[in-house]
């Protein structure tokens, strides 16, 4: 089934380490997005890319890396984790960036720092 | 600043009628969405209106004012099913996507 698929579904992590959330689609969509969702806020986003080789920054970028060596993948990186990035982590793709194409998402990761 | 509001919480009876409102404050204006989220699951895209008016689409309707900055969900013959998030969402004019904390809507038998 074509679709987005997010690794690992959950996560405890200790404050300081580094983690790398996986994100790969099948769908040979050019955008794709990270976000983070937390109890009383709306998806807030944390990195984009347009197409492969290109990254933005979104709304909260700080603390994050991502990288886009090819379509499918799009990881996303905590170099050092702190207790606020305790959240649910979503990706999405679209068919194309920076146009009104539809967002659609993988099933997330839930991260605990402690 | 860019601020979408909608209401937190609301509850409805099953085969009823519900509208869940949203308004939005953003910078430029290219398109608003409406997604369901399950609890637990990712969000599902519902609805896309970037013009004025309603759009139907089976028992989910969505509507929109640009000059009120203003939109509305129309659930009709409420399911059990329907038991969910539904969040709002507005592209601003550097196409990213600004989101609403969503509304939770109970079902009630």
């Known amino acids: 089934i074509a679709g987005i698929t997010q690794a690992p579904t959950s996560q405890i992590l200790a404050a300081g380490r580094r983690m790398t959330l996986r994100c790969t689609q099948d769908m040979r969509h050019n955008a794709m997005y990270w976000y983070r969702q937390d109890l009383g806020l709306g998806l807030r986003l944390i990195h984009y890319?347009?197409?492969?080789?290109?990254?933005g920054k979104g709304e909260v970028p700080d603390g994050y890396s991502v990288s886009r060596a090819n379509t499918d993948d799009f990881p996303l990186t905590l170099a050092s984790a702190v207790p606020s990035q305790t959240s649910v982590y979503f990706c999405?793709?679209?068919?194309?960036?920076?146009?009104?194409?539809?967002?659609?998402f993988g099933p997330g990761t839930r991260l605990t720092v402690l | 600043g860019q601020n979408i509001d909608q209401p937190t919480e609301m509850t409805a009876t099953e085969g009823a009628i519900v509208q869940i409102n949203c308004t939005y404050q953003?910078?430029?204006?290219?398109?608003l969405f409406w997604y369901q989220q399950h609890a637990g699951e990712a969000p599902t895209f519902l609805s896309y209106?970037?013009l004025d008016g309603l759009e139907e689409k089976g028992r989910f309707s969505s509507f929109l004012s640009r000059s009120k900055g203003y939109s509305y969900l129309l659930l009709k013959e409420l399911q059990m099913k329907d038991s969910a998030s539904y969040l709002c969402a507005v592209m601003d004019s550097n196409y990213q996507l600004i989101w609403g904390a969503g509304t939770k809507l109970i079902i009630k038998p």
């Open positions: 890319s347009n197409t492969a080789g290109t990254t």
């Open positions: 953003t910078s430029g204006f290219n398109g």
């Open positions: 209106n970037v």
């Open positions: 999405a793709s679209s068919e194309v960036g920076g146009n009104t194409d539809t967002q659609y």
